[in-house]
């Protein structure tokens, strides 16, 4: 039960996703359509590089040397079987068309299993070893979706893939070797360094306090709802109270319509319209103090004030015909619009329970304010690349975020 069912959820994920892949691809080229890079490469291989450096560097895991080697090779050969088998039925395209091999991932399977295999040996011994191979897998998924190599639907499966793939690789071998070769009972765990130094993966949802932007010729703003926002933060405290740190946080806004209006108000028989805006988007990278203090045993209180910046996405307003149009039969491209980086102070404060010594659940809530200027730019409409004219624009852009944290001490 418990070796499936992580990869269950993956695989689930993948199915529900399936109809929707063009869509989320949308999303990767509004953001970053020409983003390039070949971190995943290598960093698919980084967890397995850091389980045998640590055993190379003395630290006692799980097993010993030639029973960590066979149950990797194992993990790996089920892996490889399963992917490749797949790939070469399924044969779908990939998003940039390169080729029909793109379901499921290979990096991503590569990249989860080499995690599970740094888990197994050493996600008893501290928490943060589980945390991190994760978070490194998770990055050269991201970084499968941005390069434009694999839908999200391939992804989701080969992260389902490559944990079950050591999952059962670890299975057999454990049948195998049973008692012999293992080192359950000498772990050399890490002593805490006695201060509420952590690490944390975190997701929630956010309300807008202010719209970040309006509907020019409407004079009302393009009301916002709530929205979603995830991210990682960590801080180092050199004492129990006092420490230093950071987050890197993603935000998202639906936006609402305009109300319906005329297309010319000189005849309003011509019928109406409704102006529409892209989703609003940033990215929040801050850094500063934190204070903590624990109230009872296993609860842990921190607060924190950050600065840092906002980078926004570009999006585009377009009009969308009413039911009683007939000389607007299709949505136009108006005008985009264009946040500029600003700076970004915020607060904060949350609540961890710590379920074990290292690693507990966090109830976090988060206030974030900057003052961007939005660049407005009217397009064409039959040619939405040729510009007529812009005009510039100082909005709040402000929200609270509230949400669960999981988060490993050490």
């Known amino acids: 039960m418990r070796i499936g069912f992580a990869p269950a959820l993956f695989f689930t994920a993948s199915a529900l996703t399936w109809s929707e892949r063009e869509h989320i691809r949308h999303i990767r080229n509004r953001y970053v359509p020409g983003f390039r890079n070949t971190f995943d490469n290598y960093l698919q291989y980084a967890p397995a590089?850091?389980?045998?450096?640590?055993?190379?560097?003395?630290?006692?895991?799980?097993?010993?040397?030639?029973?960590?080697?066979?149950?990797?090779?194992?993990?790996?050969?089920?892996?490889?079987?399963?992917?490749?088998?797949?790939?070469?039925?399924?044969?779908?395209?990939?998003?940039?068309?390169?080729?029909?091999?793109?379901?499921?991932?290979?990096?991503?399977?590569?990249?989860?299993?080499?995690?599970?295999?740094?888990?197994?040996?050493?996600?008893?011994?501290?928490?943060?070893?589980?945390?991190?191979?994760?978070?490194?897998?998770?990055f050269v998924a991201f970084g499968r979706s941005l390069n434009n190599r694999h839908w999200v639907p391939d992804i989701l499966a080969g992260a389902g893939i490559g944990i079950l793939s050591t999952q059962l690789g670890y299975f057999f071998i454990d049948k195998i070797y049973h008692n012999r070769g293992d080192n359950l009972s000498l772990f050399s765990r890490f002593e805490s360094s006695g201060t509420p130094s952590f690490l944390t993966v975190r997701v929630g949802s956010a309300v807008a306090m202010?719209?970040?932007?309006?509907?020019?010729?409407?004079?009302?703003?393009?009301?916002?709802?709530?929205?979603l926002e995830a991210g990682f933060e960590g801080a180092w405290f050199t004492g129990p109270r006092w420490g230093v740190g950071g987050e890197c946080a993603f935000v998202t806004f639906a936006v609402d319509p305009s109300e319906e209006m005329a297309v010319d108000a000189a005849r309003p028989e011509r019928g109406h319209m409704r102006l529409q805006a892209q989703s609003v988007g940033t990215v929040n990278m801050s850094v500063g103090p934190y204070f903590a203090v624990e109230p009872g045993e296993r609860w842990v209180l921190i607060a924190k004030a950050n600065v840092g910046l906002a980078f926004a996405a570009?999006?585009?307003?377009?009009?969308?015909?009413?039911?009683?149009?007939?000389?607007?039969?299709?949505?136009?491209s108006l005008y985009t619009y264009e946040p500029q980086t600003a700076w970004m102070g915020g607060v904060g404060a949350s609540m961890t329970y710590k379920f074990r010594d290292e690693l507990g659940v966090t109830l976090y809530t988060d206030y974030h304010y900057a003052r961007p200027s939005v660049r407005i730019t009217y397009t064409n409409p039959d040619r939405p690349e040729e510009q007529i004219r812009s005009a510039s624009q100082v909005r709040t852009f402000d929200y609270l975020s509230a949400?669960?944290?999981?988060?490993?001490?050490?």
């Not at 970040?212 to 010729?217: E, Q, R, T, V």
């Not at 307003?317 to 607007?328: F, G, M, Q, S």
């Not at 949400?403 to 050490?410: D, N």
Request: hydrophobic share 35%; aromatic share 8%.
């Open 403 to 410: 949400g669960l944290r999981l988060t490993a001490f050490f």
């Open 210 to 227: 202010h719209n970040l932007l309006a509907y020019p010729g409407t004079g009302a703003d393009a009301p916002t709802r709530p929205g």
């Open 49 to 138: 590089v850091a389980t045998y450096g640590l055993k190379l560097a003395g630290v006692r895991g799980r097993n010993k040397w030639p029973r960590t080697l066979l149950s990797h090779a194992a993990s790996l050969a089920i892996m490889t079987a399963v992917v490749n088998s797949i790939k070469y039925t399924a044969r779908v395209e990939r998003p940039d068309a390169s080729t029909r091999n793109s379901f499921p991932s290979g990096h991503t399977a590569t990249a989860f299993a080499n995690a599970t295999l740094l888990h197994k040996e050493y996600g008893d011994v501290n928490p943060i070893y589980s945390i991190s191979s994760y978070a490194s897998a998770t």
């Open 314 to 332: 570009k999006g585009t307003v377009t009009a969308e015909p009413a039911h009683d149009t007939r000389d607007l039969q299709r949505e136009l």
